[in-house]
């Protein structure tokens, strides 16, 4: 366990060892513990978190905004309209200031190109911790969520299952790559084989596929890219099926959206679902297109744990607070 965590960014899960993931999860799950039981945890009393918010969000907000209250301290939203920085004001002058008012900050920022550079730059001066809430390249509160789910669900005993992350079929709007890039790469430091699926035209970006394979090599466990969902499904242990955009292959956002409409034959129904393991369990980050890239059988079936996902956003970010602030 490692705990001298204090003021350490968390960007990428690149940047954190195993030992110190591990220390959050663990944490993640005493305070879970202590919620269930009605334990106080005032950890961050009189502490302020603060959240930029670029774009909108249901779990990622609310997890941050009522775990600050469970820890006893307070989350303020904040938006670009909200602030100077649709006025300008640039990420050094904004996080010295909020720095001087408050012990946190997260960011999201998920523009092609931008948000992840925007959210380094603020660590760089930043003299609190800065904690991405998502950005064009990685969604690291997602995959610390996802990675506690997994552990929980299969009692700790996750090493050798395969974990496929698979593209579907959701036409109305072109999602982040963020969220299998962050699952790609951090399965396979938890002893996973790794399956990724998608058409050709949805690849993600090739510098995070060769930290991936290197996360492989290094743990000595498979990771391996398909372009059939039938193939990616079968015997698998964890299915994550979600959309992401075809944006390494076109920057025009129509371009991206008829591609969608190619592929209308990548969801996730039971059928698929029968070629998993008996013990299959269901994944998605939310927000998914029910009954469209995913069936309603699925969804709200035996082998989903969807809301016990989304549950796990509070624990984990709970820990990440109260571990670097
Ligand atoms: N999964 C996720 O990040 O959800 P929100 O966009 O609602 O925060």
């Known amino acids: 366990m490692k705990t001298m965590l204090k003021g350490k960014h968390c ?5 954190w060892n195993r030992e110190e993931i591990e220390t959050v999860l663990d944490l993640a ?6 919620k269930a039981l009605g334990i106080p945890h005032h950890l961050l009393k009189d502490k302020t978190f603060f959240m930029l918010f670029f774009e909108e969000s249901t779990r990622t907000r609310n997890a941050f905004e009522a775990g600050m209250t469970q820890l006893g301290g307070h989350a303020h939203y904040l938006t ?14 904004t996080v010295e200031v909020l720095a001087r008012y408050g012990h946190g900050i997260g960011i999201r920022n998920c523009t092609l190109g931008v948000g992840n550079r925007y959210m380094r730059e603020m660590a760089r001066w930043a003299k609190i911790p ?26 700790g005993d996750v090493k050798g299952r395969k ?36 058409p050709p035209e ?12 290197a996360n492989a090599e290094a743990a000595g466990v498979r990771f391996e890219i398909v372009h059939d969902m039938e193939e990616a499904f079968k015997d698998a242990d964890i299915v994550y099926p979600k959309s992401w955009g075809a944006l390494m292959h076109t920057p025009v956002e129509r371009e991206a959206l008829d591609l969608i409409e190619k592929y209308p034959e990548w969801v996730c129904d039971q059928r698929k679902m029968n ?8 994944m998605h980050c939310m927000p998914a297109d029910r009954g469209v890239e995913v069936t309603e059988e699925v969804m709200d079936g035996p082998r989903s744990v969807i809301y016990d996902q989304a549950e796990n956003r509070l624990h984990a970010q709970k820990a990440l607070m109260a571990l670097t602030m």
């Open 29 to 34: 799950l005493e305070l879970k513990r202590q």
């Open 202 to 213: 949805f690849k993600l970006m090739p510098d995070i596929i060769k930290q991936a394979e």
């Open 275 to 282: 070629l998993t393991k008996p013990w299959s369990i269901y």
């Open 11 to 15: 960007i990428t899960l690149q940047d």
């Open 80 to 93: 670009p309209s909200q602030t100077q920085i649709d006025h300008g004001e640039g990420p050094k002058d």
């Open 130 to 155: 800065v904690i991405n809430m998502q950005c064009d390249i990685y969604h690291p509160t997602q995959a610390l969520a996802d990675i506690l789910t997994i552990k929980e669900k299969f009692s």
């Open 163 to 198: 974990f496929v992350i698979s593209w579907t079929y959701a036409p109305r709007y072109v999602r982040p790559l963020s969220m299998p890039q962050s699952l790609v790469l951090l399965m396979s430091r938890f002893g996973m084989d790794v399956t990724l699926a998608h």
